[in-house]
């Protein structure tokens, strides 16, 4: 087996923290820098929805590890990890607007270009709900963090990188307003809120009322 030594890492969470599981990846990251100390080869990034913008960051990497939700048609919950050739095939949950790019796209565009990393691991969960404005992820989601850490360690060790405890600070996470604990912490009641849209136009929210 050929040994992976890349001189420049990127670890990449995608994913809109306001669609409930979708933040998967994004909640990813953002652990990550808060739990672990990354060397200095190793680029932590919230990369959101940007879909295309994100292709210079793949041009400066030599490997790149990705968490996403991922739609496997899994029991929802399931990590996988996927690697190299595998990703791009499973890449994409379900996408909330048609400007989303999906990322399986930037990996062909980036290896349409000439600069796709050479390796890539895709660290995946299934979703329980994505159809949540503004809601946070599921209980069972929530719970694969600490998993999709250690297997990311794990992929980051094989890589001849060592990941200890500790912190890794970043500007390119979640904004601070978006931040974990404050987007939980300013949840509007579910009364006061309106994530599933409006009844008037939803037969089972208005059978709810009735």
């Known amino acids: ?10 670890v990449l969470g995608i994913g809109n ?7 998967f990846g994004v909640r990813c990251v953002e652990t990550m820098s808060q739990t672990h100390a990354l060397p200095e080869n190793v680029r932590l990034l919230d990369g959101g929805t940007q879909g295309l913008y ?44 048609l400007h989303q790019t999906g990322f399986q796209d930037v990996i062909a565009t980036a290896q349409l270009m000439g600069y796709c990393p050479e390796h ?8 329980v709900e994505l159809e949540d ?10 719970a694969q963090i600490p ?18 405890e500790g912190a890794t600070p970043s500007n390119d996470l979640v904004d601070p307003s978006l931040a974990r604990d404050a987007y939980e912490q300013g949840r509007p009641a ?6 599933i849209g409006d009844y008037r136009f939803f037969p089972s929210a208005a059978k709810v009322r009735a």
């Open 120 to 127: 890539m691991t895709l660290i995946g969960c299934q979703p």
């Open 133 to 142: 404005y503004g809601g946070s992820l599921r209980p069972a989601v929530s």
């Open 54 to 97: 994100l292709l210079p960051f793949l041009e400066e990497a030599d490997a790149l590890l990705v968490f996403d939700a991922v739609d496997f048609g899994l029991t929802p919950g399931t990590l996988v990890t996927m690697r190299d050739g595998d990703v791009p095939a499973f890449m994409g949950a379900k996408k909330m607007s």
């Open 190 to 195: 579910e009364d006061d809120a309106c994530r």
């Open 147 to 164: 998993h999709a850490l250690a297997e990311a360690v794990r992929e980051l060790a094989s890589w001849g990188i060592t990941v200890t």
């Open 1 to 10: 087996m050929q040994e992976i030594r890349p001189e420049r890492v990127l």
């Open 17 to 23: 923290v306001l669609w409930a599981d979708e933040g």
